[in-house]
């Protein structure tokens, strides 16, 4: 037979548990709201870095940051870069998912094997808007040699979508690699590259005619320092909410 005395212990016993609970959150919130500071300050880094580069535009060949294992000296993941070679008579890459302007699309890479260089390069032609039925004309033929220059830079961040579709390469009828997330050592198997691709891609000066719609945004189209900052605050304002809302029911549940 339960007694007065179990009743006020089992009560005690959820009250406890609903303060580690909150206590929890708290704790959880503070840390989204720290993640997403680091986050901003992240990105500010590379935008002073990509800017610099931008800036000087000094070309550095090719050939050899394709076969670099790293970035420079420096650390700058982005390099100004200039070069000759050919593109490979390999299925076109396409990644997905790539807003432009508010518009759904496609970023078109193909894969490029500068001169004197072991390792191919994939370099981005551009953005492509997605027609309803989501099929793209075929991409042209990019016969002989090229010289092209733009910024070395690291793939596109993975999005929020990869969680769900994964990042496996799908490939489509016409042949082409459909990606959700850009590994370049996934895509290098997929095309059967012995040598490999570059960690990093080639984002094309928009000043080449050859390709689509482009810019040398490195944040292309992800979420700007200052969005991190403010969605900090709403973590942090909702911890500091949820911390007294708890002081006050504490204090009426021991009135």
């Known amino acids: 037979m339960r007694t007065p005395g179990d009743a006020i212990g089992a009560t005690g016993v959820k009250r406890g548990l609903l303060y580690l609970l909150a206590l929890a959150c708290i704790l959880g919130f503070v840390r989204l709201g720290f993640w997403q500071l680091h986050r901003a300050g992240y990105k500010e880094a590379l935008l002073a870095r990509s800017r610099q580069v931008l800036d000087q535009r000094r070309a550095q060949p090719l050939a050899a940051l394709a076969d670099a294992t790293r970035p420079d000296g420096e650390g700058n993941p982005y390099a100004w870069t200039a070069g000759s070679g050919h593109f490979l008579p390999l299925p076109v890459v396409r990644l997905d998912n790539q807003d432009r302007g508010g518009r759904p ?26 027609p309803p039925d989501r099929v793209l004309p075929a991409e042209p033929v990019l016969a002989g040699n090229w010289r092209v220059q733009g910024l070395f830079a690291p793939p596109p961040a993975a999005g929020l979508q990869w969680l769900l579709g994964g990042d496996a390469i799908q490939r489509q009828p016409d042949g082409s690699l459909l990606l959700m997330r850009l590994d370049p050592a996934h895509v290098a198997a997929a ?7 570059a960690p990093r891609v080639l984002r094309l000066d928009p000043a080449i005619a050859l390709g689509y719609a482009r810019d040398l945004d490195v944040l292309g ?14 973590w942090f304002g909702m911890a500091f909410a949820l911390f007294i ?10 009135t």
Not at 105 to 130: N, S, T
Not at 191 to 196: P, T, W
Request: charged letters at 25%; hydrophobic letters at 45%; a positive charge.
């Open 191 to 197: 095309l059967g590259l012995a040598n490999g691709l």
């Open 221 to 234: 189209g992800a979420m700007p320092p200052e969005r991190h900052r403010g969605y900090a605050v709403q």
């Open 105 to 130: 699309g496609l970023r078109i890479y193909r894969a490029f094997q500068p001169d004197a260089a072991k390792h191919a390069v994939l370099v981005e032609l551009g953005w492509r808007p997605l």
């Open 245 to 254: 809302v708890t002081i006050v029911v504490s204090r009426r549940k021991r």
